[in-house]
């Protein structure tokens, strides 16, 4: 039998992969983006998971949204990123440090 | 000894899926993360599969992979950037990045741990009758108690056009066409410049 | 299923006036492009009409998915107005820049939809949405004006952070979702009650939730974008991202807390404490050592998101509510007022371009100077006062040693800020300019500076409305 807390460490270990793929990456942005990815991901499975375990539809709904959310800001993202190439002729996130302070 | 074949094909997709999201952030390759992505997102799709939510698990791969991992690989190739060796540096951030990924599923997997489930009423996966159509009960849902927030979403939608197009949008390129206005607004000075005429022996001569 | 869409109008106005002039501008010559500055002006002061007019009425809609009561009046009607002010602040700017204006005012306006969505949300569903709804916009325009070679990067910065955010969002979401099968607003605290105690799985699920608000607010330790953002674009982006977003994102804190977990207050209290103590010290800290005057205000938005929070920690969200709107006047007037400088080719960047302020343009300088008091909390300014309640709030609370942490703080803030004001006053400037307003912007920053000190002066009926809303 499944159980819930399998999907659960799953979509966690997802999520952990995630954040620690925007805290050690430093060369590629675009990178950064597919993390996102992956964390909305994780973020899928626990619904999908919970909604099923709880048998109601509401979940998966959520999910349905989060979905067409996500493709939107990836849109933007891409689009960000092809101004910020445009500009700078680079993607590496250590070339974007002229604002410190 | 029977096996519990759910479980075995679980542990296989998870391990695939686990295995993607790794090498997305460990490739050297843009092109390569993109695709390891794609993997992550089909062998995702197959665990969605085995609770039974078909239809969003088509729509993952239909719609993600389909759609938004084909822009992610557009952008790479068109700003052909999948040769940079995007490898230094990664060492010294290595620890950090993983004691906070260590100390976030640490803190989730004790609590998962210490959480009665069936308490939550999560004890087990209903059975669902031979005849259940789950694109059918979502449908219902999404167009009655969820109709508002799908309109929302219609307009993210819109703005997400609107927003791609104004940020990316240069103007027409290679029109060959007049500007009546800038060409009746051209002063004399734009165009000619006097140059005083110098004698022979001025250096600027040469 | 009640279809009373009366409640619903400022939002279904804004979305079809918004559609409207996106298509009607692209049928402007640039002659005209006046008209969508007009169609916005007239857009944002009915959407205000129409939403104080639902003032008495409590509808719950859309199958619970949209709620109209005071607090969602209060704050859209705020909304919109600073929407007006910042539309009539930045037209000059943008036009004689030659900028595309529309895709300002469109994507503002689709922002503020958001916003107003957001405010109005009754299930973490619409929440989300008109979450997102709100940054798109925010990210695209950020990105849009490419005129400063800086502008590209603060806007991966703010994207990258506030996807990550969302991301936090959601996983809270997913596991309130998960402990309690709910998502509405409304039916969470039935469900948290019916257990004997909250369970870790939701306690979770709050943690996660309250960093991600904490993203948006620019709260420490996730403030790392805010400094960037207001120093890397141009002046009427950050006027615009500064003011309205954090009225909204105040709504959606209070939605989220006040309803869900004015119950069990303890589930949150220490994290909200945490980021306040933390954007107090860093905000002023920081700040002192900026020459970017943008970049400061960016610090000192950190340090006034820290008062909000604190207010929020003494469970006193009328205190909050008052703190937000006051920071929103004075920050609009504040970049409203760098926005109408930075004319004839001038962008206002550092603070020393500010010099001799007062001998360029007197009643400017004035304007500066009653601006940057109340921002450092001179009595009798509407900063002042919203300071007074959050600290006599947190006094009330018998948190006294977080009162004094706070005057502590705002010592410091008067710091910097009179540093602004020394050089505007008694250095020489460094050009001689001509600076010209027109007479329609001049007279609507005059009022919004001046009400930043009436309000500080009569501050009955504004904390009083604060008051009826919860």
């Known amino acids: 039998m499944l159980s819930i807390v399998d999907y659960l460490i799953f979509s966690g270990l997802m999520f952990g992969i995630g954040t620690m793929g925007i805290a050690i990456n430093r060369k590629n942005v675009i990178v950064l983006l597919m993390c996102i990815e992956l964390i909305l991901l994780a973020v899928n499975t626990n619904f999908v998971a919970f909604s099923r375990f709880l048998d109601q539809t509401t979940g998966e709904i959520f999910v349905f949204f989060i979905l067409t959310v996500a493709a939107a800001e990836a849109a933007i993202g891409l689009a960000i990123l092809v101004v910020l190439y445009r500009q700078r002729n680079t993607i590496n996130v250590e070339e974007l440090d002229e604002l410190k302070g | 000894m029977e096996i519990d074949w759910l479980k075995f094909f679980f542990y296989c997709y998870a391990a695939l899926a686990l295995f993607g999201a790794t090498m997305v952030i460990f490739s050297r390759n843009s092109v390569r993360a993109v695709l390891f992505l794609v993997l992550t997102f089909v062998a995702s799709a197959g665990l969605w599969m085995l609770l039974q939510a078909e239809f969003l698990a088509l729509i993952l791969i239909l719609v993600y992979v389909g759609a938004v991992m084909v822009l992610f690989l557009f952008v790479v190739m068109m700003l052909n950037m999948n040769l940079s060796p995007l490898k230094e540096g990664f060492v010294r951030y290595l620890p950090l990045g993983i004691l906070i990924a260590a100390t976030i599923v640490a803190q989730l997997v004790w609590v998962y741990k210490n959480t009665d489930m069936a308490a939550l009423h999560l004890g087990e996966l209903a059975q669902k009758p031979a005849d259940y159509s789950n694109i059918t009960e979502l449908g219902l849902a999404l167009y009655t108690d969820y109709l508002y927030p799908f309109e929302i979403a219609g307009v993210i939608l819109l703005v997400a056009i609107i927003a791609a197009i104004a940020l990316t949008f240069r103007g027409p390129q290679n029109r060959r066409s007049q500007n009546i206005a800038v060409q009746v607004a051209t002063r004399k000075d734009d165009r000619l410049r006097v140059i005083k005429d110098v004698g022979p022996d001025s250096d600027l001569k040469a | 299923m009640d279809f009373s869409l009366k409640a619903m109008l400022p939002e279904i106005f804004l979305a079809t006036m918004t559609c409207v002039i996106l298509v009607l501008d692209l049928y402007l010559s640039d002659r005209f492009r006046r008209v969508t500055y007009l169609l916005s002006q007239v857009t944002l002061v009915f959407a205000a009409v129409f939403a104080i007019a639902l003032w008495d009425n409590h509808f719950v809609l859309m199958g619970g998915h949209f709620v109209s009561d005071k607090l969602a009046v209060v704050l859209k009607t705020s909304v919109f107005i600073v929407g007006f002010c910042i539309f009539t602040y930045v037209y000059d700017y943008l036009r004689e820049r030659d900028i595309r204006i529309s895709e300002y005012y469109i994507l503002a306006l689709f922002s503020m939809l958001g916003m107003s969505i957001l405010i109005s949300a009754g299930s973490l569903l619409t929440l989300y949405l008109g979450l997102e709804l ?22 991966m910065k703010y994207f990258v952070m506030g996807a990550l955010a969302s991301g936090m969002l959601l996983f809270g979401i997913s596991l309130i979702y998960g402990s309690t099968g709910q998502i509405h607003l409304d039916a969470l605290p039935v469900a948290i009650n019916m257990a004997e105690q909250p369970d870790m799985l939701l306690l979770l699920g709050v943690v996660f939730v309250v960093i991600g608000i904490g993203f948006k607010f620019g709260a420490v330790p996730f403030h790392m974008w805010i400094p960037d953002v207001y120093q890397g674009s141009l002046s009427p982006i950050v006027l615009f991202v ?30 909200i404490l945490i980021m306040a103590v933390l954007s107090l010290l860093l905000g002023n800290i920081a700040a002192i050592a900026q020459t970017n005057i943008k970049r400061l205000l960016g610090y000192s938005t950190i340090g006034h998101v820290g008062f909000i929070f604190l207010a929020i920690y003494a469970g006193n969200f ?24 930075s004319q004839r080719g001038i962008e206002i960047e550092d603070i020393t371009d500010l010099a001799g302020l007062d001998k360029q343009h007197r009643w400017l300088a004035v304007m500066m100077l009653l601006v940057i008091f109340s921002l450092a909390g001179v009595p009798p300014s509407i900063g002042f006062y919203a300071k007074f309640v959050v600290l006599s709030a947190l006094v009330d609370a018998h948190v006294a040693y977080l009162a004094v942490f706070g005057l502590v703080m705002s010592a410091i803030a008067a710091f910097y800020y009179l540093r602004v004001v020394k050089v505007m006053y008694f250095d020489e400037p460094t050009q001689t300019r001509e600076i010209t307003i027109p007479h329609g912007t001049n007279v609507l920053l005059s009022i919004n500076t001046l009400a930043t000190w009436v309000l500080g002066i009569l501050p009955g009926g504004l904390m009083a409305i604060c008051l009826l809303l919860y």
């Open chain 3, 318 to 341: 009328a205190a909050g509510a008052f703190y937000v709107l006051a920071y929103a006047l004075m920050t609009l007037a504040a970049f409203g007022i760098l926005v109408v400088l």
């Open chain 3, 134 to 155: 709100l940054s798109l916009p925010l990210y695209a325009m950020v990105a849009m004006i490419q005129r400063q070679n800086t502008a590209s990067e603060a806007a």
């Open chain 3, 242 to 271: 500064a003011t309205a977003p954090k009225i909204a994102a105040f709504g959606m804190l209070s939605r989220f807390l006040w309803d869900m977990f004015g119950a069990a207050p303890e589930t949150w209290q220490s994290f």
